[in-house]
């Protein structure tokens, strides 16, 4: 059984920056895909990025060239650099990852706000 673990959420005021984090424990052998999704109030959840097992990296629109996803070689650590954060990308953020089943950590808030 995968468990994700995500820490480093918080208030930033618009234009700050985030490092978000994320701890994967169990069973990783058979993950071969890691990422990010969100899910801002009333809003279905969305994918922000995320990692193929070809370490293949795939951003959603509305976050190229400010956010960076990254793992460590060992797939326990992953991370999302958030840069020039703005209003609209206030919401909960979840680690994810997908073996033989789909594994969500329990999301941490990001308030963009001045």
């Known amino acids: 059984q995968v468990q994700l673990v995500e820490s480093g959420g918080g208030l930033v005021q618009p234009g700050g920056s985030l490092r978000l984090s994320c701890q994967v424990s169990?069973?990783?052998?058979?993950?071969?895909?890691m990422g990010w999704y969100r899910q801002a109030p009333g809003k279905e959840r969305e994918l922000v990025a995320r990692?193929?097992?070809?370490?293949?990296?795939e951003y959603a629109d509305f976050v190229k060239g400010r956010f960076t996803i990254s793992r460590t070689s060992g797939k326990r650590t992953m991370y999302l650099q958030m840069d020039g954060l703005k209003a609209e990308d206030t919401a909960v953020y979840y680690c994810h990852a997908r073996d033989w089943y789909v594994h969500w950590g329990q999301g941490t808030q990001v308030t963009v706000s001045s």
């Open positions: 169990g069973n990783i052998v058979s993950i071969n895909t």
């Open positions: 990692i193929t097992s070809g370490d293949a990296i």
